[in-house]
């Protein structure tokens, strides 16, 4: 480090020698020893025009040099001479002080205010200041008046190679595709040197490879980093370490460096094909596996990764293309077998498969390194299992006519086990789908008999489930659907579809259709209904009525003649006989009602009754039904009225089975004054002490008897009325045995928690004369008025 050091120095020194050497000549040059002084002409020039009069000239300073250089890191045992300065106006008698102020003026910088020279006393950092501005200035010593104005100047801090170049966003990561080329851009990478860019090569950079080669190279003054490889295998070695150097000086010796490492990772490209590992499988299934069962596993393996990995798996060739299929799993980047139809090993006992695997994604880049897929072969044998019995069909269809006879067979069904053993079979109804028990079989043969009658016109379609047991293992059961459909015969007679009532016209014409009919049949032939209509043979000449069939299968009734009057006869009955087409046919006879009404000359009805001829002309049956309401409800009101006439004129005495009090209303409510303007709790006003027993008023009955008056003599007519209602009055008022009787009402409760206590004057035992109430004006305004009411009564008794 010294060596470096003094290398530095006279780099620097050799300039500034040859700076001072060519200065002009205001400039003094000290020895080598001594530092540049800064020499000026004298400020003030005085003359004497006369003895009282001086004039001042301006003197043309001596100087021109503004700056001084320092070295940066310099430090001894002395402070470091930068400068002098020094002014014409010193003859050397120590009469003049220099005065040094600005940046670092006496912190960093030092002046000896006689000599003018001037020292760093610290240790300078360029890369902290790099440079200072200072002002120097001449003064009396006595006086510390200005000789001349001050001048500034500029001290630099000259730099010196004292930093090392530094990668600040290491260390680097850097990614570059495989079988790159040569001379692929990586990455590029920066340092940074503190040191002067402008003055030397301090900070002048230069880029090398320390560890890397040969896969990587670098620009050395760009930083940029490129593969010196071509066709770089990431399956081989997929990441790399490179260290990498920034030195200063332009890489000469002596300069300083700085190392940052860069770690570069291929990334994967599709240059390999899939490889199974292994050219044969084998695997084995028992025959009775479920469909969609996963029966084994083939992988390819890819040394790529990720989506360059991916593989796509198929059955290009065998003999089990029909029964087996297989899918690729994504996850786990294989091929899963599974089972696409059910097997049977009394039929085929093994298969053989060619499956393949190949890349998803291929890259066109590497498609000459051949095919990017791989083939194996798949063996699967199929195992014995003991099979449920299999039924000769996987559905049946029976039909059966619904007259058919109980036991009769309906149909049959059979089953057989496919294993070697051929197990026997027995036969079942699920009684789940038959719960009427219609239907039986025959554990042993199948065939399916019948149980109960079948009505078609109920149920057409039976669906019952046959069951299907191995004898010598009972855990071996198959099912099948059976559908019985059930076929009709001519079992039900035909009827009208309807309840009809035709209504003949008084003024209708001969011919006229009366009403048209139709018949219905719960019996369904193949070729559709056809119905026969009739008149009963004693009323075929029937000389009012005829009937005509029509084409929709439907019957007209017409009229044979006119001037039918429902005063003579007003109803109608006419009997129909309906025939099927069956084999055999049936039949059955129906009768329709046909009333004669009063029509208008449009052939509207109006009025089907015979005693709408004795209303008057005019009067309608809606008035005929107001007119008796009315009655109805006059009867009504005269009966409330009797009946309250009856009522009031019951007498007043009371019978000894009845007792007044039932018609006594108990009112517990008080009320709470004329200031109470709120609703409150009637419940705190009630008396607790008569929860458990009812206080009900007691009305006494008198126990005198009644003694009978005598009576009056007749009142002559000149007699006054009033003095005969007074009379009466005065015996009635003393009559003890007339009510109303003597009644006491019992007050005994009238609240708890009241300072005033009981105002009651019943439970008083003290007479009023013994009380002082000069205590009610004590509970407030609304007792004041009343203790004065009583003061003023006690004192009127004394008085």
Not at 688 to 699: A, E, S, T, V
């Amino acid at each position: 480090m010294p060596e470096r050091l003094a290398e530095t120095l006279v780099d620097l020194w050799t300039p500034l020698i040859i700076l001072w050497i060519t200065l002009p000549t205001c400039v003094y040059m000290a020895p080598m020893n001594q530092a540049p002084t800064l020499t000026t002409g004298s400020s003030l020039e005085l003359s004497r025009q006369s003895e009282e009069l001086r004039i001042l000239n301006r003197s043309k300073r001596g100087w021109v040099w503004n700056q001084m250089f320092v070295l940066e890191e310099f430090s001894g045992p002395e402070p470091i001479l930068v400068g002098r300065l020094h002014t014409d106006l010193d003859p050397g008698s120590k009469k003049i002080k220099y005065i040094l102020s600005g940046d670092g003026a006496g912190t960093i910088f030092q002046i000896n205010d006689i000599t003018g020279d001037i020292h760093a006393i610290k240790r300078l950092d360029r890369e902290e200041k790099a440079e200072y501005t200072l002002t120097a200035q001449a003064v009396d010593w006595e006086t510390n008046k200005p000789l001349e104005p001050p001048s500034e100047f500029i001290i630099k801090v000259q730099d010196i190679n004292d930093n090392a170049p530094e990668f600040l966003n290491g260390p680097y990561h850097a990614t570059v595709p495989e079988m790159s080329i040569l001379g692929t851009s990586v990455t590029n990478v920066t340092a940074t040197d503190a040191d002067d860019p402008v003055y030397g090569n301090s900070a002048k950079l230069v880029y090398s490879i320390l560890e890397g080669q040969p896969y990587f190279s670098i620009e050395p003054e760009t930083a940029i980093i490129k593969t010196a490889l071509p066709n770089m295998d990431r399956e081989a070695k997929e990441e790399y370490l490179v260290v990498i150097q920034a030195k200063d000086m332009g890489g000469h010796s002596g300069g300083l460096s700085g190392t940052t490492t860069l770690t570069v990772t291929l990334t994967d490209v599709n240059d390999n094909p899939p490889k199974f590992a292994q050219s044969l499988y084998h695997f084995s299934v028992p025959e009775d596996v479920v469909l969609g069962t996963a029966i084994g596993r083939v992988k390819a393996n890819d040394q790529d990764i990720g989506e360059n990995a991916q593989s796509s798996y198929d059955i290009i060739d065998g003999d089990g293309t029909a029964l087996f299929e297989i899918t690729s799993d994504a996850q786990a980047q294989d091929g899963v077998i599974r089972l696409r139809k059910p097997l049977d090993f009394e039929t085929k006992k093994s298969y053989t498969l060619k499956v393949e695997a190949a890349n998803i994604h291929i890259d066109p880049r590497f498609s000459g390194r051949g095919p990017f897929k791989d083939t194996a072969t798949v063996k699967i044998v199929v195992e014995d299992a003991d099979e449920p019995p299999v039924f000769s069909s996987p559905t049946y269809l029976l039909e059966v006519h619904e007259n058919a006879a109980l036991n009769s067979v309906i149909g049959q069904v059979t089953a057989r086990d496919p294993d070697i053993t051929s197990s026997p079979i027995r036969f079942s109804i699920d009684r789940h789908t038959d719960l009427e028990r219609q239907f039986n079989i025959n554990a042993d043969d199948g065939k399916i008999t019948l149980a109960t009658p079948l009505d078609r016109e109920l149920s057409v379609w039976h669906n019952i489930t046959i069951i299907a047991t191995e004898i010598r293992n009972h855990s071996q059961i198959s099912r099948v659907p059976v559908a019985i459909k059930v076929l009709d015969v001519n079992d039900n007679a035909p009827e009208f579809a309807a309840e009809y009532e035709a209504f003949l016209c008084e003024n209708g014409k001969p011919g006229q259709v009366i009403q048209t009919v139709s018949a219905m049949d719960k019996d369904d032939p193949k070729n559709g209904h056809y119905f026969l209509y009739s008149l009963l043979p004693e009323m075929v000449n029937n000389p009012n009525f005829t009937i005509k069939k029509n084409e929709d299968n439907s019957l007209s009734i017409l009229a044979k003649h006119n001037g039918f009057n429902r005063q003579k006869q007003e109803v109608y009955l006419l009997p129909i006989v309906i025939s099927d087409s069956g084999n055999p046919p049936l039949s059955s006879t129906s009768t329709l009602t046909i009333r004669v009404c009063g029509c208008s000359n449009d052939g509207v009805v109006q009025s089907c009754n015979v005693e709408a001829y004795v209303l008057p002309i005019g009067l309608s049956m809606g008035a005929l039904i107001a007119i008796l309401a009315c009655i109805i409800l006059l009867l009504v009101i005269v009966v409330l009225f009797v009946t309250l006439r009856r009522h009031k004129n019951e007498p007043l005495i009371i019978k000894d089975d009845e007792d007044v009090r039932e018609n006594i209303i108990r009112y517990d409510d008080e009320g709470g004054g004329e200031e109470d303007t709120e609703a409150f709790d009637i419940a705190t006003l009630q008396n607790p002490d008569g929860i458990n027993g009812f206080l009900p008023r007691k009305d006494i009955k008198p126990d005198l008897q009644f003694m009978p008056r005598q009576g009056l003599a007749p009142v002559p007519n000149g007699v006054d009325v009033d003095e005969f209602i007074n009379v009466r009055l005065h015996e009635a008022d003393n009559d003890p045995t007339a009510p109303p009787y003597d009644s006491i009402q019992i007050y005994g409760y009238e609240g708890r928690g009241s300072v005033a206590g009981s105002l009651s004057s019943l439970e008083s035992t003290t007479s009023d004369s013994d009380q002082n109430f000069d205590y009610l004006s004590d509970w407030g305004p609304r007792f004041k008025r009343l203790g004065e009411l009583y003061s003023v009564g006690e004192s009127d008794k004394e008085t």
